[in-house]
């Protein structure tokens, strides 16, 4: 008993008709010449009314058009074309499948019939259309970031993990007039004294997976050196992991070089003054010495009296007024002496 | 000048006869498409084969989305190949869109031109007002999600199929490698610019002779839309082949022979 039914159902022509796949054969005006019961069954036609329609009546328009276009060419210049998405129409609406089609040719190489196999992929379509929508807005969001970072002032950059460029916005092509650059390497736009250095401290950033911050001078198409300001910052996905790292580059020329004036200026000014001071000193020191000299002479003369006071009979009460005035002048000569090695 | 505009465009110049055909393939093909049809005109004209930028094997990086937003970028590729090569008194053969691509250029640089050929044209494909093109917005929006799933797996289609097919030689199969390689998100502009075209207008520009070969049954153009060519385009005369696709070189070449050599 399970023999015979084993044998029924590997017979060819139940083989041909029941397996769960569609087989269709046509000529190249798209007359049906065979249909088998799956695909029949999947459009809710019995076979007999699938013979008198023509292949393009039993698609929907867009993919009629597709057919037209794209596959009826190909299968009339190669013999094969396969995986073709195509939407069949059914009594429910519409299939999606999948088509693979052999062509065959007469001896003058004329296309004569076409014989294909139909997959229904309905729930995989489904799964793909999310894809394709996915797709779409991953395109969508792109352009959206493109958009922003070209209506900004800055040079922005996304490079890969690795440090390999992915993306420039068209300031950095407008500036440095190319459109492919690594930055990774020795990028020629960074002044070549500094390149070197850049580079390693950038290595350094990116090996360590930290922020790189630096003020570097760029030169552009223009062939002028100018202050950027570069900061390129690691992004992490939920694994943990860097996946990208984003680049700007602000243009602080303006502030940098009034920056470097200003220090240059104020510089300038300590110099100034500290050489003020040192001639000031000197004059000080002028004044003191004419001074000390002025003052010593009758300061020596009023010494030299004392002393021949000092040998002079003097009352008690002089005598102690002697030696107030003795000390007196000691003190002031004692005082023209520290002034005058000043 | 000449030799980028002939690698862009990836030019072929095929015997040495002293009029000239050059042929423009249609939407999603490249210049195989002919290669039925021009052999029998090569011991008596100088055949012009040639890829529009994005198809084939034509200089992709040379597409640029303004100059190719309209059927008219696709016309200059043709002026440029014809001042390129220095060509005159040329017979154009445009098949679907080159047929329209081909009456632009005609109407841009009419001194280059002798005669036109329409394969299966249309000069407006969306239905208007007392105009019936064939299809709508919605088929349009449609066509562009379905070369969206097929492109995800183009190179499925025509990869050579590990069924086989004995009946064809490799040959064949190497002869179309690069038959329909267009770019993916290329060949989706080219679609909807040549569905969104409108050259309704400038047919009565065409002052040349024209003809027009139209399949009697075509899911893509019809018999209604080759009558009003006819009725549009001064000079213009029209077959109908008892074939059917949009294909009729492909698929009735004999037919598309014939015609033309009786008009040319």
């Given at each position: 008993?399970?023999?015979?039914?084993?044998?029924?159902?590997?017979?060819?022509?139940?083989?041909?008709?029941?397996?769960?796949?569609?087989?269709?054969?046509?000529?190249?005006?798209?007359?049906?010449?065979?249909?088998?019961?799956?695909?029949?069954?999947?459009?809710?036609?019995?076979?007999?009314?699938?013979?008198?329609?023509?292949?393009?009546?039993?698609?929907?328009?867009?993919?009629?058009?597709?057919?037209?276009?794209?596959?009826?060419?190909?299968?009339?210049?190669?013999?094969?074309?396969?995986?073709?998405?195509?939407?069949?129409?059914?009594?429910?609406?519409?299939?999606?499948?999948?088509?693979?089609?052999?062509?065959?040719?007469?001896?003058?190489?004329?296309?004569?019939?076409?014989?294909?196999?139909?997959?229904?992929?309905?729930?995989?379509?489904?799964?793909?259309?999310?894809?394709?929508?996915?797709?779409?807005?991953?395109?969508?969001?792109?352009?959206?970031?493109?958009?922003?970072?070209?209506?900004?002032?800055?040079?922005?950059?996304?490079?890969?993990?690795?440090?390999?460029?992915?993306?420039?916005?068209?300031?950095?092509?407008?500036?440095?007039?190319?459109?492919?650059?690594?930055?990774?390497?020795?990028?020629?736009?960074?002044?070549?004294?500094?390149?070197?250095?850049?580079?390693?401290?950038?290595?350094?950033?990116?090996?360590?997976?930290?922020?790189?911050?630096?003020?570097?001078?760029?030169?552009?198409?223009?062939?002028?050196?100018?202050?950027?300001?570069?900061?390129?910052?690691?992004?992490?996905?939920?694994?943990?992991?860097?996946?990208?790292?984003?680049?700007?580059?602000?243009?602080?020329?303006?502030?940098?070089?009034?920056?470097?004036?200003?220090?240059?200026?104020?510089?300038?000014?300590?110099?100034?003054?500290?050489?003020?001071?040192?001639?000031?000193?000197?004059?000080?020191?002028?004044?003191?010495?004419?001074?000390?000299?002025?003052?010593?002479?009758?300061?020596?003369?009023?010494?030299?009296?004392?002393?021949?006071?000092?040998?002079?009979?003097?009352?008690?009460?002089?005598?102690?007024?002697?030696?107030?005035?003795?000390?007196?002048?000691?003190?002031?000569?004692?005082?023209?002496?520290?002034?005058?090695?000043? | 000048?000449?030799?980028?505009?002939?690698?862009?465009?990836?030019?072929?110049?095929?015997?040495?006869?002293?009029?000239?055909?050059?042929?423009?393939?249609?939407?999603?093909?490249?210049?195989?498409?002919?290669?039925?049809?021009?052999?029998?005109?090569?011991?008596?004209?100088?055949?012009?084969?040639?890829d529009y930028v994005g198809a084939?094997?034509s200089?992709l990086?040379?597409y640029?989305?303004?100059?190719y937003?309209?059927?008219?970028?696709?016309?200059?590729?043709?002026?440029?190949?014809?001042?390129?090569?220095?060509?005159?008194?040329?017979?154009?053969?445009?098949?679907?869109?080159?047929?329209?691509?081909?009456?632009?250029?005609?109407?841009?640089?009419?001194?280059?031109?002798?005669?036109?050929?329409?394969?299966?044209?249309?000069?407006?494909?969306?239905?208007?007002?007392?105009?019936?093109?064939?299809?709508?917005?919605?088929?349009?929006?449609?066509?562009?999600?379905?070369?969206?799933?097929?492109?995800?797996?183009?190179?499925?289609?025509?990869?050579?199929?590990?069924?086989?097919?004995?009946?064809?030689?490799?040959?064949?199969?190497?002869?179309?490698?690069?038959?329909?390689?267009t770019d993916?998100?290329i060949a989706?502009k080219f679609?909807?610019?040549?569905?969104?075209?409108?050259?309704?207008?400038?047919?009565?520009?065409?002052?040349?002779?024209?003809?027009?070969?139209?399949?009697?049954?075509?899911?893509?153009?019809?018999?209604?839309?080759?009558?009003?060519?006819?009725?549009?385009?001064?000079?213009?005369?029209?077959?109908?082949?008892?074939?059917?696709?949009?294909?009729?070189?492909?698929?009735?070449?004999?037919?598309?022979?014939?015609?033309?050599?009786?008009?040319?």
């Amino acid at each position: 008993m399970s023999s015979s039914k084993i044998s029924e159902i590997t017979e060819t022509d139940f083989l041909y008709n029941q397996l769960p796949c569609g087989f269709i054969s046509y000529k190249p005006n798209g007359k049906i010449l065979r249909v088998n019961e799956t695909f029949s069954k999947w459009l809710g036609l019995t076979v007999e009314e699938m013979y008198l329609l023509n292949f393009s009546n039993i698609l929907t328009k867009a993919s009629g058009l597709y057919y037209t276009m794209v596959i009826d060419p190909v299968l009339n210049l190669q013999s094969t074309a396969n995986e073709i998405y195509l939407t069949f129409l059914s009594d429910n609406g519409e299939i999606d499948t999948l088509l693979n089609a052999v062509s065959y040719k007469d001896e003058q190489g004329k296309l004569i019939l076409i014989n294909a196999t139909v997959q229904k992929i309905t729930d995989r379509k489904k799964y793909e259309s999310a894809l394709i929508l996915q797709k779409k807005h991953s395109e969508e969001e792109k352009r959206r970031f493109e958009f922003l970072s070209n209506t900004v002032p800055n040079q922005i950059w996304t490079a890969n993990a690795d440090g390999t460029m992915i993306y420039v916005n068209q300031k950095i092509i407008d500036y440095f007039g190319v459109r492919e650059m690594t930055y990774y390497s020795s990028f020629e736009g960074i002044v070549e004294e500094d390149r070197e250095k850049i580079f390693k401290s950038w290595q350094k950033c990116l090996l360590a997976g930290k922020r790189f911050e630096r003020e570097v001078k760029l030169v552009g198409i223009k062939q002028v050196e100018e202050w950027f300001f570069i900061a390129i910052e690691p992004f992490y996905n939920e694994d943990g992991n860097i996946e990208s790292w984003f680049g700007s580059a602000t243009n602080i020329h303006r502030q940098k070089t009034l920056q470097i004036a200003n220090y240059s200026s104020l510089s300038l000014s300590l110099n100034n003054a500290q050489k003020n001071l040192d001639q000031n000193k000197q004059v000080f020191a002028n004044i003191a010495l004419n001074q000390s000299h002025m003052i010593r002479k009758p300061l020596a003369n009023i010494m030299g009296l004392l002393e021949l006071l000092a040998d002079e009979e003097l009352s008690k009460e002089s005598r102690n007024l002697f030696q107030l005035l003795s000390a007196s002048a000691a003190e002031l000569d004692e005082m023209i002496k520290k002034a005058s090695k000043f | 000048m000449s030799k980028n505009v002939t690698q862009r465009n990836n030019v072929k110049i095929i015997g040495n006869g002293s009029q000239i055909l050059m042929f423009g393939h249609g939407f999603g093909c490249d210049q195989n498409t002919w290669r039925s049809v021009f052999p029998a005109f090569e011991n008596d004209y100088k055949i012009i084969l040639f890829d529009y930028v994005g198809a084939g094997r034509s200089d992709l990086s040379a597409y640029d989305d303004e100059r190719y937003a309209s059927l008219d970028g696709y016309a200059l590729d043709i002026i440029d190949i014809c001042k390129a090569l220095e060509l005159k008194n040329v017979t154009f053969i445009g098949h679907s869109v080159s047929s329209m691509i081909g009456l632009l250029a005609v109407k841009h640089s009419p001194e280059i031109f002798d005669k036109i050929v329409f394969i299966g044209p249309s000069p407006r494909y969306i239905n208007d007002t007392d105009y019936h093109g064939g299809i709508d917005h919605k088929d349009l929006e449609d066509l562009l999600a379905i070369m969206d799933s097929n492109y995800l797996g183009w190179s499925r289609i025509v990869a050579p199929s590990i069924m086989g097919n004995p009946d064809q030689p490799q040959l064949a199969e190497e002869l179309t490698t690069s038959f329909c390689a267009t770019d993916p998100e290329i060949a989706k502009k080219f679609a909807r610019v040549t569905f969104l075209s409108d050259n309704r207008a400038d047919l009565s520009s065409l002052k040349i002779p024209s003809l027009t070969i139209q399949c009697e049954d075509d899911f893509l153009t019809s018999k209604e839309v080759a009558n009003y060519i006819q009725q549009h385009t001064v000079n213009n005369q029209t077959v109908f082949l008892k074939t059917s696709g949009h294909c009729p070189h492909l698929s009735d070449p004999k037919g598309v022979i014939e015609a033309i050599k009786a008009f040319i």
